[in-house]
């Protein structure tokens, strides 16, 4: 159910999709582990270059290191892992552009300076005070970034199941596997399973349009034109018969759950 603090976005194809963002609770639970994973790689660095190098320089090391830890931290897990640290993936929680789209690595960098901000007078007053006066829960380093963090509500259960032969397929025959692995590539597969996360989050009406459109194409490339399943179905059929093949490299679940 839609509620007023839910973010409605238009993806590139014009089709809205419903973002919720996450509230105060679940993003203080996840940015405490978060520290506390960086606190402890730091007090790790500093026990080992400690033990390593002499006094003095084993502390500049040890002091550099967890600077950039400190600091680096945020914004690598955001642009090398879709949007979440560790503390994010803990709680289901994603940072995307305030469009729906991936955020890149300015805005993260942004996003994570302005924490500074976010901190004063301390902890996180200002950031706090910013999250409860703004209707979808952005911090000042999000208004300065224009990025959203979002909850994501498919299950690692749920999301593998696409990777998962279906019972009865009706695609699952070697003349269409053949022509699958000839015919469709990387971008084909990485498309299949955006459309698949995608679509519960699609209003009845777009998603009706959307999947007979996709099953148009894809019974064009594959030659199956005798096929008389509805669009979605043919596309569920195709997808957990592509995704699901071994030879389906770069594939991953990191995308699961809300699309970024």
């Known amino acids: 159910m839609r509620t007023r603090r839910d973010a409605v976005v238009l993806t590139p194809e014009h089709v809205p999709i419903l973002l919720t963002p996450a509230g105060l609770g679940s993003r203080s639970l996840a940015l405490l582990v978060d520290v506390l994973l960086i606190f402890a790689g730091g007090a790790l660095l500093r026990l080992i270059l400690g ?4 006094g003095g320089i084993g ?6 290191g967890a600077f950039v830890l400190t600091w680096g931290y945020h ?15 803990a709680l289901s929680l994603r940072v995307v552009d305030d469009r729906g789209l991936p955020l890149n690595a300015y805005q993260s960098f942004v996003r994570n300076v302005a924490r500074a901000l976010d901190f004063l007078p301390f902890g996180y007053g200002a950031g706090a005070l910013c999250c409860f006066a703004d ?3 952005r911090r000042l380093g999000d208004l ?21 032969p279906l019972r009865y397929n009706s695609l699952d025959v070697p003349e269409i596997r053949r022509r699958a692995k000839h015919r ?13 996360l995608r679509a519960p989050y ?24 005798d096929d008389d399943l509805p669009g979605e179905s043919f596309m569920t ?6 995704l699901a093949a071994p030879s389906c490299p770069g594939v991953r679940l990191e995308e699961r759950g809300r699309p970024e």
Request: aromatic residues 4%.
């Open 51 to 54: 033990a390593l190098l002499p």
């Open 59 to 64: 502390i500049l090391l040890s002091s550099t």
């Open 75 to 89: 914004v690598y897990f955001e642009v090398r892992h879709a949007g979440q640290t560790i503390g994010k993936r």
């Open 135 to 137: 209707r979808h829960h």
């Open 144 to 164: 300065a970034a224009g990025t959203l963090v979002v909850q994501e509500r498919m299950t690692l259960a749920a999301g593998s199941a696409l990777l998962r």
């Open 184 to 196: 469709l590539g990387l971008e084909d597969r990485e498309l299949l399973l955006a459309l698949m």
């Open 202 to 225: 699609l209003t009845p009406a777009a998603r009706f349009d959307v999947m007979e459109a996709a099953a148009q194409e894809y019974r064009r490339r594959l030659a199956k034109d």
């Open 237 to 242: 059929n195709l997808a957990a018969l592509v």
